[in-house]
T-cell receptor
Framework: NAGVTQTPKFRILKIGQSMTLQCTQD?????MYWYRQDPGMGLKLIYY???????DKGEVPNGYNVSRSTTEDFPLRLELAAPSQTSVYFC?????????????FGPGTRLLVL | AQKITQTQPGMFVQEKEAVTLDCTYD???????LFWYKQPSSGEMIFLIY??????QNATEGRYSLNFQKARKSANLVISASQLGDSAMYFC?????????????FGQGTTLQVKP
């Protein structure tokens, strides 16, 4: 069972470039999330989705876009990369939004913007 | 405001000893969940243990237990019989139901080093 998979594992971008971080889950979960983790810090929510076709902003959405055309996939798009977007990006999923629902995380994508 | 505070940036523990990692939380919601995740140097986030706000007993999972003190708004993680493989960063996180996002709010983490 693959769980949550993310690609690429590592990427270097130049300032102003764009890229898409891929996230796929095979657990048929409704809820999916994108977090970023800055060095020495906890995770902060960028965007989330409650189901195919439905997305909404989290705490730090500026500079990012998402789409959810299928239950399985939740790509994160970076437009005009900036050094402040250097971070580790985690995708996560859960079946429901209940307080006791465990979120399952992907392995992360390390992004460096130079 | 909903917030998680972990006041210990780094901790050391001798192998086979127990260690407590502190976590305090702030929320006005009555229904919430508290989680601990482990992040080893490889970077992945590993779920360890969960405590619901209405759970009367402290959660336990193997060598992990959660010392839940609701009145003090604390949810400390206790690791018994530490092993070298426990060296990692540990995050406390909270989930509230309001807004139906299901998002997790994370603390800044505590780095634990287990000495042989």
């Amino acid at each position: 069972n693959a769980g949550v998979t993310q690609t690429p594992k590592f990427r270097i971008l130049k300032i102003g470039q764009s890229m898409t971080l891929q996230c796929t889950q095979d657990m048929n979960h409704n809820y999916m999330y994108w977090y970023r983790q800055d060095p020495g810090m906890g995770l902060k929510l960028i965007y989330y989705s409650v189901g195919a076709g439905i997305t909404d902003k989290g705490e730090v959405p500026n500079g990012y876009n998402v789409s959810r055309s299928t239950t399985e996939d939740f790509p994160l798009r970076l437009e005009l990369a900036a050094p402040s977007q250097t971070s580790v990006y985690f995708c996560a999923s859960s079946q429901r939004a209940g307080t006791g629902e465990t979120q399952y995380f992907g392995p992360g994508t390390r992004l460096l913007v130079l | 405001a909903q917030k998680i505070t972990q006041t210990q940036p780094g901790m050391f523990v001798q192998e086979k000893e127990a260690v407590t990692l502190d976590c305090t939380y702030d929320t006005s919601d009555q229904s919430y969940g508290l989680f601990w995740y482990k992040q080893p140097s490889s970077g992945e986030m590993i779920f360890l243990i969960y405590q619901g706000s209405y759970d009367e007993q402290n959660a336990t999972e193997g060598r992990y237990s959660l010392n839940f003190q609701k009145a003090r708004k604390s949810a400390n993680l206790v690791i018994s019989a530490s092993q070298l493989g426990d060296s990692a960063m540990y995050f406390c996180a909270m989930r509230v139901y309001s807004g139906n996002t299901g998002k997790l709010i994370f603390g800044q983490g505590t780095t634990l080093q287990v000495k042989p």
